[in-house]
């Protein structure tokens, strides 16, 4: 090991990005698995290494560093405890019409004409928590979890001031779950960011987030400094219920010594309610706290009981959500990326900005006619929008704050990462740097996916290492892959420019190059969809590959096909069209592809494909749509079960949409299907469907 005063910054940092995983990861074992890998003293050294490290490098400690892990890492392992009533969830709605819809539907399903009482409230942007009592003592709190059973948070919810431990009223029922959601103030979110970015440690993105950060803590201590907040909404299971209405309810939670929030409303009229919203929308962004929407309740509990539950959210209460949040801030920069098929992305860098809670830098331009068609300029005022999960938007430019010298962006016209020309060809909107896999954007890209999760799904090849590996002449084409053990195991090489092997790099060891070669000799038998999306042929996603797959079912057969340029078959396949098999051949044409496929099949043997479609299925040949965070399966399996079920998987919705599946959180896709007419699913129900 090098003395640490001898060391570069650079080998610094590769060591330090080591320890750091290194160490969370012996954490794990010791702490959820109970299975520590490393001894005390292993650990210990690792420890006073990153220490002697961080003291010589400061500018370079890590968020992740283990210096900075107070005490026990977040726990996953959380004791479970199952909710006697479920934690349910809301339908959302976007618009006043749906508003309008929503209310009618009531009247109808109530066969009534006359105005419904509603409680209105705001909706917090938190996390659910639900307090149990007996006796009124508290017994216990837990998260929502998966609205079945949560975790244990009661020494964690302990440390907020404002819940009551014990409550002395002759009302409060002898057991009652009060519900309602955990909260930090935006200016302790801010405030907290501020101290912890003094210190270098975690930032968080929103509030929302540091929330469930404090909250899920181990060390209950560290959430007692984090100054969470509190307030109750509902109710879950209960001896004894002696109230009539949600108001009637949230009066006696107020007076029992709970928080409850303050701008909650009892509405008569539809009228009213509209108005709630709107008000609610103009204030919001001055409110203490995030809120993310408004919550409707119908306010008598024997309509609500009249009213019931669909599958997974009762009928008798919706979530208005507001739109996207608008910020205006200044474009510091404009960058453009390379990607893996050369395409040049233009980035703005931004002053960063709170946009809904999230501090937003960048947002994505995403061509030069759109630079042009907004007339975004460096150093102009801009309005930025984000909406859910996506990269923030430029929306329009503030013309008349803009600076004297502000001019116009000029697009380059080579590459500005290999200064290969930039071809911009007809009808298309992007320009691409003409250098292929010479350019070192385009090839270091092709590595990433080449090893990415859907491809090759190499571990231990993140995208630091690939760039490291890259740029010292370790790996330049995938195949460099296989023969990266050989190659660092043969004496007569000079391995890196630093003549160092793998096992002596600043980071590693022994034991992890040996990983390494592991997870890559694990991967040296491949399925033919993987290795058809690995190629990453423009156009050819993971779903266009296990297509072409299925058709062809073994690569020679493809293969041949496409280097004697036979698209016949190719263009009979639903899902492909002209373009896609003009891409496809183009890829096929360039010698360097060639090469490096047969190079590629020297080390790998390729699966043949056997389809085990059921094209019997109930959603066989449907279009479906999956939308907002699914609870009993992630993304990949539903989709992955969709087409084993011989059902297309998109993107979007469109006419061509059968269904859409909803889970929690959906947004505009879900809106989009309900303007569409077309069925929605919950999860339940399309698990249900498909048996
Ligand atoms: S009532 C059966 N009231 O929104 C209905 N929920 O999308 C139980 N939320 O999981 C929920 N503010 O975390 C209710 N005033 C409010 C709320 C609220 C925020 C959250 C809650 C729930 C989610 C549903």
Known sequence: MKDVSKISAREAALELEYIAKEMAKADVAYYQDDEPYLTDSQ????????????????????????????????????????????????????????????????????????????????????????????HGHLIYAVTRGDGKSGED???????????????????????????????????????????????????????????AGSLRQLDANITKQRNLSLLVYTWGDVSEICWKSQSEFLKKAKIWGFPVNEYNKLCFHTSEIMDYFENLEKIRSGLPYDIDGVVYKVNKLDLQARLGFLTRVPRWAV???????????????????????????????????NVGGVMVSHATLHNEDEIKRKDIRIGDYVVVQRAGDVIPQILSVLKEKRGQNVVEFEFPLVCPEC?????????????????????????????????????????????????????????????DIFTLEERNNGDDLFFNTQGLHIEQRPGWGIKSAQNLFKSIKDKRKISLPRFIYALGIRQIGAATALLI???????????????????????????????????????????????????????????????????????????????????????????AKANSLGAKVAGSVSSHTDFVVEGKDAGSKAKKAKELGIQILSEDEFLRMIG
């Not at 949040?325 to 931004?350: F, M, S």
């Open 43 to 134: 650990y210990d050294a690792l420890k006073l290494r990153n220490e002697l490290l961080e003291k010589r490098f400061p500018e370079l400690i890590r968020n992740d560093s283990p210096s900075k892990r107070v005490g026990a890492p977040i726990q996953s392992d959380f004791k479970k405890i199952e909710h006697r009533v479920p934690m349910l969830s809301l339908a959302d709605i976007f618009s006043k019409s749906e508003l309008e819809d929503y209310i009618n539907s009531i009247k109808r399903f109530l066969n009534t004409t006359d105005d419904i009482e509603f409680m209105v409230e705001p909706k917090m942007d938190g996390l659910s928590f639900s307090a149990r009592y007996e």
């Open 153 to 211: 948070i009661t020494e964690n919810i302990k440390t907020i001031k404002c819940l009551p431990q014990v409550v002395l009223n002759y009302e409060f029922p002898d057991i009652i779950e009060m519900r309602g959601e955990v909260y930090m103030s935006k200016a302790d979110f801010f405030a907290l960011n501020e101290k912890n970015k003094a210190e270098g440690k975690k930032i968080f993105a929103n509030p929302r987030n540091a929330a």
């Open 319 to 353: 979530a208005h959500k507001f739109e996207a949040e608008k910020a205006i801030t200044r474009v510091e920069n404009i960058r453009v990326q390379v990607g893996r098929t050369g395409a040049l992305t233009p980035v703005a860098d931004l002053e960063p900005v």
């Open 419 to 479: 200064g290969a020309h930039a071809v911009r060809q007809e009808g298309e909107a992007v320009r691409r740097c003409s250098g292929g896999l010479s350019c070192p954007a385009q090839a270091i890209e092709s590595l990433k996916h080449f090893v990415s999760r859907e491809a090759f799904d190499i571990e231990g090849l993140g995208d630091k290492i690939i760039e490291d590996f890259y740029q010292d002449g370790i790996l330049k084409h995938p195949d």
């Open 549 to 639: 797959a299925k058709n062809y079912g073994d690569f020679d057969n493809f293969y041949q096909a496409m280097k004697m340029g036979d698209i016949s078959k190719l263009l009979t396949i639903d899902g492909i069209g002209q373009a896609m098999a003009d891409d496809i051949i183009e890829f096929f044409k360039e010698p360097h592809n060639i090469d490096i496929i047969e190079k590629l099949r020297l080390y790998v043997a390729i699966e043949k494909f056997e389809d085990q479609t059921n094209y019997n299925s109930p959603i066989a040949g449907k279009t479906i749509v999956f939308t907002g965070t699914l609870e009993s399966l992630t993304r990949a399996e539903a989709k």
